[in-house]
């Protein structure tokens, strides 16, 4: 079921961008609004598993490893995560190097699925929730380039299809390694969280005004993860794999 979900979020995701790409305040309104849930599963799920294991003294330096990750990632991405695909023109976003800032992102963030108690855990809905938005640019950008026309679109279905697969594969990987390792990389994934989160959620207007709709979409975001918070059973340690 968690692997059905992983896929249906991403291709829910292209189809909403190939179709309803070109309305950017749309785009933008999903990202703020999955950016305030995103950080609330991070700041009231992830980080608390990561610092009440046993390691959790020690794992902030895998946290800073996560914010720093997603920056060099970033430099293949050039933002998508962070809903930039329209500051840049097409030539400055190649292809290959998308498919392999996307695809190392969304391997890492299934890694600690393997691990997650419950199907319908806080940590994977977050990962759905933040599958979104980032399906819709990117179908955006796909499917609706100048260019379409001069090219084939296989290689843009490739692209869709190795992010769609990411998760559910670093999940398949996450099966072979020890459990005891599962806060280290919940760890990594939540710095990538929180980078991606407060930089949509922080990053500067263009001319300084309070954007009461940015707020507004980002309190509804975090409503929404603490009401899920707030139903969702929280399980003393232990693994049931």
Known sequence: MTVVLLILSVITGVFLGKHFGKKEKLAKNLLVLSAGFLITICLNEVFPQVYTSEAGSSLGIFVIAGVLLQMVLEALTKGFEHGHFHHHSEHNILPMALMVGLFIHAFIEGIPLANEEHQLSPYLLGILFHNLPISF???????????????????????????????????????????????????????????????????????????????????????????MHLFHHHPAAGHSH
């Open 137 to 227: 640019i990117l179908g955006a950008f796909l499917f609706n380039r100048k260019n379409e026309s001069k090219t084939s679109p296989y290689p843009s279905l490739l692209i869709v299809a190795l992010f769609a697969l990411a998760s559910p594969m670093g999940m398949l990987l996450g099966n072979y390694f020890n459990p005891d390792l599962q806060p280290y990389f919940l760890a990594i994934v939540g710095g990538i969280f929180l980078h991606i989160s407060s930089v949509i959620i922080f990053e500067s207007n263009k001319n300084h005004n309070i954007d009461w709709m940015k707020i507004g979409l980002v309190i509804i975001g975090v409503s929404l993860a603490l009401i």
